[in-house]
T-cell receptor, first 112, second 115 residues
Framework: GENVEQHPSTLSVQEGDSAVIKCTYS??????FPWYKQELGKRPQLIID?????GEKKDQRIAVTLNKTAKHFSLHITETQPEDSAVYFC???????????FGKGTRLHILP | NAGVMQNPRHLVRRRGQEARLRCSPM?????VYWYRQLPEEGLKFMVY????????ESGMPKERFSAEFPKEGPSILRIQQVVRGDSAAYFC?????????????FGQGTRLTVV
């Protein structure tokens, strides 16, 4: 089955700097890659996703890239702000009739 | 659209009791996932269901755990004879699973404490 690895487990960046979180997946049939943000004590919330027919997607300060050949995808957050502090999860799915498998998460700290 | 609703939000059970966790998916969503999250850990897949059908239960412990998603009513995750190690947050997510739309949205979770 699918296995998703996520790095780093913890990341501290200065406010205003960029943060990058990287994930790899094992199942070449995976074609849907969502990213979720979870604040302390709250539900995971979908922040951006990418499908395998595109290599990059951007939404304001957040961007995701996908390299299907290498089976890895990344989340980029630019101009980080205090409210970006949270745990971020990457995930992979083969799409219509398959489960969504999550990485172990990255705890992002934005330093003042 | 009220979003994915889980209840109860907090549940305390003594060892050996049964825990029933409920999840009502978003309107129009036909598929439900259940995940378990231990403190400071990730989201571990448990089971994936559509109405009246378990699609994948490969993440569910073989004993004491069961899940259903009946034709009418919420999805239920049932844990029999709970033990301390079952203490965790249990999240459900729902998805429409339409062609080109596989987004999954999470409920607020049920925090189970076994005493």
């Amino acid at each position: 089955g699918e296995n998703v690895e996520q790095h780093p487990s913890t990341l501290s960046v200065q406010e205003g700097d960029s943060a990058v979180i990287k994930c790899t997946y094992s199942d070449s049939a995976s074609n849907y890659f969502p990213w979720y943000k979870q604040e302390l004590g709250k539900r995971p919330q979908l922040i951006i996703d990418i499908r395998s027919n595109v290599g990059e997607k951007k939404d304001q300060r957040i961007a995701v890239t996908l390299n299907k050949t290498a089976k890895h995808f990344s989340l980029h957050i630019t101009e980080t702000q205090p409210e970006d502090s949270a745990v971020y999860f990457c995930a992979a799915s083969t799409g219509r009739d398959d489960k969504i498998i999550f990485g172990k998460g990255t705890r992002l700290h934005i330093l003042p | 659209n009220a979003g994915v609703m889980q209840n109860p939000r907090h549940l305390v059970r003594r060892r050996g009791q049964e825990a029933r966790l409920r999840c009502s998916p978003m309107k129009g969503h036909s598929h439900v996932y259940w995940y378990r999250q231990l403190p400071e850990e990730g989201l571990k897949f448990m089971v994936y269901l559509q109405k009246e059908n378990i699609i994948d239960e490969s993440g569910m412990p073989k004993e004491r755990f069961s899940a259903e998603f009946p034709k009418e009513g919420p999805s239920i995750l049932r844990i029999q004879q709970v033990v301390r190690g079952d203490s965790a947050a249990y999240f459900c997510a729902s998805s429409p699973k339409l062609p080109g739309n596989t987004e999954a949205f999470f409920g607020q979770g049920t925090r189970l404490t076994v005493v």
